[in-house]
T-cell receptor
Framework: AQSVTQPDIHITVSEGASLELRCNYS??????LFWYVQSPGQGLQLLLK??????LVQGIKGFEAEFKRSQSSFNLRKPSVHWSDAAEYFC?????????FGPGTRLSVLP | EPEVTQTPSHQVTQMGQEVILRCVPI?????FYWYRQILGQKVEFLVS????????KSEIFDDQFSVERPDGSNFTLKIRSTKLEDSAMYFC???????????FGSGTRLTVV
């Protein structure tokens, strides 16, 4: 079955610390993968996407993600977290006929 | 970059009332979608639409729901008789062709009271 998993429901980091949010996908030799961020009560904002090519993808707000086929992973990273990064983060995969979101990881940032 | 536009951003309706959520997909896109996110939960697929007909729908998309592309630019989701459990954020999405990436709108928050 098509699925996207995010093992961490909630992560707390201190401001200025590095961040890695995990994502695993289950389908496709050449997956189309996405990371979205959602602030409370707000819509989805696209951080970055991977279709092909360089496995390290740069996004907005200083985020990057690395596609690792051998691990079926597409983890999101940021070297130094800001308080404004506190939000819900969703990994997602485009299956063509459908677009499946992971369950989300809530990020809290300590001052 | 072109955007998918959704209006209104927030709608409050009374239980049992009909509601229409509106979306303007990107102009050269051919595939259209609605997704739903109940507060605190994941984003779920509702329905996909191509060539003026529904191509796939989820279990959530029952007879109370319908979609329409009335004029070649708008894509609407109608809920015929709203229930409290229909309260959610509704996202519209479109894409140019089957193997191309989705573009999501910013969502309409529907509150049923």
């Amino acid at each position: 079955a098509q699925s996207v998993t995010q093992p961490d429901i909630h992560i707390t980091v201190s401001e200025g610390a590095s961040l890695e949010l995990r994502c695993n996908y289950s389908y496709g030799a050449t997956p189309y993968l996405f990371w979205y961020v959602q602030s409370p009560g707000q819509g989805l904002q696209l951080l970055l996407k991977y279709f092909s090519g360089d496995t390290l993808v740069q996004g907005i707000k200083g985020f990057e993600a690395e596609f690792k086929r051998s691990q079926s992973s597409f983890n999101l990273r940021k070297p130094s977290v800001h308080w404004s990064d506190a939000a819900e983060y969703f990994c997602a995969e485009d299956y063509g006929q459908n677009f499946v979101f992971g369950p989300g990881t809530r990020l809290s940032v300590l001052p | 970059e072109p955007e998918v536009t959704q209006t209104p951003s927030h709608q409050v309706t009374q239980m049992g009332q009909e509601v229409i959520l509106r979306c303007v997909p990107i102009s050269n896109h051919l595939y259209f979608y609605w997704y739903r996110q109940i507060l605190g939960q994941k984003v779920e697929f509702l329905v996909s639409f191509y060539n003026n007909e529904i191509s796939e729908k989820s279990e959530i998309f029952d007879d109370q729901f319908s979609v329409e592309r009335p004029d070649g630019s708008n894509f609407t989701l109608k809920i015929r008789s709203t229930k409290l459990e229909d309260s959610a954020m509704y996202f519209c999405a479109s894409k140019r062709d089957f193997n191309y990436g989705y573009t999501f709108g910013s969502g309409t928050r529907l509150t049923v009271v």
